[in-house]
């Protein structure tokens, strides 16, 4: 008889930056702390009427009949890891797939794995896919973030982000502060990125772009030095923030100002300058040198 395909929520979870931690704390320590947290995540999975499917590393696959149930979970991790000191990124997509032993087959796991992989420390990213099946007070909760291309996929994904109420009240409270800072209400920041005949404007229409080696980055830095995924910009609050993911680290060099060095941290994006995915910045000729202007149209 051929597999029957069935329509699941998938959600990966991943423990971030899971190398730093045991360089931080030593192997034994972390590898006692990282099962502990695995052991949670485990128990939130199934106290929200989910299956855990298999671990992964440091995280794991689970799959819910209900989207509503897999984003309950996904905020309850959330809330569970400052009990660790730790920062979660998780990814969500709800599409068919085939049951085997041990396991999910599907484009839809492929979909799920690479939203988790492009998310944040901190942060839970679900495909459009999920968000048109939440309930209205989990919806309240998502915001739109970007189309991200995928392999093998003609068409971008839509991701949203999903917040805590908290951060609901919090973005709402900082967008009314923002708009009475600007000297008109249709003030809009921009940010320009240029890399070898690429231009993309970011904006509050384009508030992310993924960039590094992967053919799926929102922009693809052809350079060996630079990491598949290296880094992310996000628009928040009215702000550009570069957030390094990479090995080699991020380099930006704006105006006059001292060069800074990011390794798996975030900073602001001032003014114009260039910035070295991989490597220091000697020039914008450099294969893994992207030139950025922020504007306030």
């Known amino acids: ?85 730790l ?65 093998g996929k003609a068409i971008p994904i839509r991701v949203h982000q999903i917040r805590t109420t908290a951060e609901v009240d919090e973005a709402q409270d900082s967008t009314t502060l923002g708009y009475s800072a600007h000297t008109g209400a249709n003030a809009m920041l921009t940010l320009h990125l240029s890399y070898r005949g690429q231009d993309i404007l970011m904006s509050r229409a384009l508030p992310r772009v993924t960039i590094g080696r992967e053919e799926s980055s929102g922009l693809r830095i052809a350079s060996r030095q630079t990491s598949r995924q290296h880094a992310v910009i996000d628009f928040s609050r009215e702000s550009f923030i570069l957030t390094d993911h990479s090995t080699n680290g991020s380099f930006i060099r704006s105006g006059g100002s001292p060069p800074v060095v990011l390794r798996r941290d975030s900073t602001k994006l001032v003014g114009s300058g260039l910035i070295g995915f991989g490597a220091e910045v000697r020039d914008e000729g450099q294969d893994h040198v992207i030139a950025f202007r922020g504007e306030l149209a």
Do not use: W
């Open 87 to 151: 920062r979660l990124r998780i990814g969500i997509h709800h599409g068919p797939v085939i049951e085997g032993i041990g396991d999910l087959y599907g484009d839809a796991c492929n979909v799920a794995a690479r939203v988790q992989q492009i998310a944040r420390p901190g942060e839970i990213l679900a495909t459009e896919a999920l968000i048109g099946g939440l309930a209205p007070d989990l919806l309240a909760l998502t915001k739109l973030l970007s189309n991200v291309a995928m392999k």
């Open 1 to 85: 008889m051929p597999a029957l395909e069935k329509p699941l929520a998938l959600l990966f979870v991943d423990i971030a930056d899971s190398t730093m931690l045991y360089e931080r704390i030593g192997n034994v320590t972390a590898a006692t702390l990282t099962q502990r947290v695995l052991a949670h995540l485990r128990q939130l999975v199934t106290a929200h009427g989910g299956a855990v499917i298999k671990s992964l590393g440091d995280g794991l696959l689970g799959a819910f009949p209900a989207a509503d149930d897999s984003v309950r979970a996904a905020l309850a991790m959330m809330a569970a890891q400052e009990d660790y000191g």
